[in-house]
């Protein structure tokens, strides 16, 4: 079947390639029942690279992702090539990506679904229902600011040194990203720094309230320093809609927000890039958690972060809406229905291992699409 749809697959180490099994068995089923098709390509990165090409990822590789309409990523690295230099760790390969594909607006949804409430170790009137969605920057701010370094003092002391540093531009792109967001949820971003004490985040401040101003002024508007943000998820998480932040907070905040829904093997993420002048948009989509090299090639990962995963790159490269919110459904009802892998796994439930969990997954499509 012919498919303009250019999907690159990075499945990359440990539970990775698992895990990504269960996705194609999924785009299977979805180009028999659902006649859509992909054309998709599959590549080395991480540590398989490292083995095969003496590279994290090759530079064919950073092509044909620039080629791809959507690139769905695994995971990468392992204990086997930890003892490598910073430049060759497997973990390159996904910073290569993002700035190669100039992908700057991380989304990071905290959901937590009805079966999985009691996971969180918060109490379950606390996050029941929670639906929240945290845009990070994710190519400037302290992590990349100029200068930084560690310097020696005329007294012998040392000085470690880093710069927190954002442009207009860099806060209007990703500012946009949040507030056409929240235009497709319930309507509000609350934008998070710390005015107060930072003037990179004062000049965000300003930013963003005149770029909703003039862009945006259907859209409601907070702001939130970043401390109190970290106490309001902890005590009510359900007041946010869109929380919008730069690099270090998105980087605290995000880990915070998606141990509210309390698994790691459930929760998806996106990367995007800028739109261009044709209507394109670079995108990554990944599972948050890693390689989990503990439980690798035994058949216990949880496949739903990395089909989760596909459902948001469904939902946001393909606008195929539909088919991601029948993949979000099917993962419920999966869950509803008392099977669980082990990171999820509550009393009374079965417990099961990845492929297993990935024929519920398609079962339930079945179901949902007669
Ligand atoms: P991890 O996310 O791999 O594992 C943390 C814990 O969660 C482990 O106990 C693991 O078994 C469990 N876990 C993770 N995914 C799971 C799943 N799908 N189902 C069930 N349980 C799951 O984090 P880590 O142990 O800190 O890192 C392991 C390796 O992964 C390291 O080399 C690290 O650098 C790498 N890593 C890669 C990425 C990425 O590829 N984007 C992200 C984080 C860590």
């Not at 269960?22 to 490292?50: C, P, Q, T, Y």
């Not at 929670?130 to 000085?159: H, K, N, S, W």
């Not at 609350?190 to 963003?208: I, P």
């Amino acid at each position: 079947m012919a498919s303009n749809k250019n999907l690159l697959m990075l499945p990359g180490d440990g539970v990775g390639p698992e895990v990504m099994h269960e996705v194609k068995r999924l785009i299977d089923w979805m180009a028999r029942r659902r006649h859509v098709s992909f054309n998709i390509s599959e590549d080395l990165v991480g540590g398989a690279a490292i083995d095969a090409r003496g590279t994290p990822i090759s530079k064919d590789t950073v092509a044909a992702a620039k080629a791809a309409d959507a690139v769905l990523f695994g995971s990468v690295g392992g204990p086997q090539w930890d003892r490598l230099g910073f430049d060759m760790r497997p973990e390159i390969s996904i910073l290569t990506l993002r700035r190669e594909l100039g992908l700057f607006a991380n989304l990071r949804p905290a959901i937590v679904l009805e079966p999985l409430v009691s996971a969180s170790t918060l109490k379950p009137d606390v996050v029941r229902g929670l639906d929240l969605m945290i845009v990070r920057e994710a190519t400037g701010g302290i992590y990349f600011g100029e200068p930084r370094g560690i310097e020696t003092l005329p007294d012998g002391q040392q000085r470690g040194f880093n710069t927190e540093s954002y442009t207009t531009h860099e806060i209007e792109r990703v500012a946009r990203v949040a507030f056409d967001l929240a235009r497709k949820r319930q309507n509000r971003v609350c934008s998070v720094e710390k005015a107060n004490v930072m003037e990179s985040g004062l000049l965000w401040r300003q930013v963003v309230t005149a770029l909703r101003e003039r862009e945006y002024p259907d859209v409601g508007l907070s702001h939130m320093y970043a401390d109190n943000c970290a106490m309001q998820l902890v005590r009510n998480p359900r007041q946010f809609d869109v929380i919008v932040t730069g690099n270090l907070f998105g980087d605290l905040l995000s880990d915070l927000a998606s141990m509210l829904t309390g698994s790691l093997g459930m929760l998806p993420s996106a990367t995007l890039g800028a739109v261009d002048a044709s209507g394109r948009r670079h995108a990554l989509y990944e599972p948050i958690h890693g390689s989990a090299p503990d439980i690798a090639g035994k058949g216990l990962a949880n496949p739903l972060a990395q089909i989760l995963s596909f459902a948001m790159l469904l939902r946001f490269s393909f606008d195929m809406n539909e088919d991601a919110t029948m993949i979000e459904r099917a993962c419920t009802n999966v869950l509803a229905s008392g099977l669980r892998t082990a990171d999820v796994m509550a009393a009374g439930c079965a417990k099961v291992g990845t492929q297993v969990m990935g024929e519920a997954v398609i079962r339930e499509m079945e179901k949902l699409a007669t």
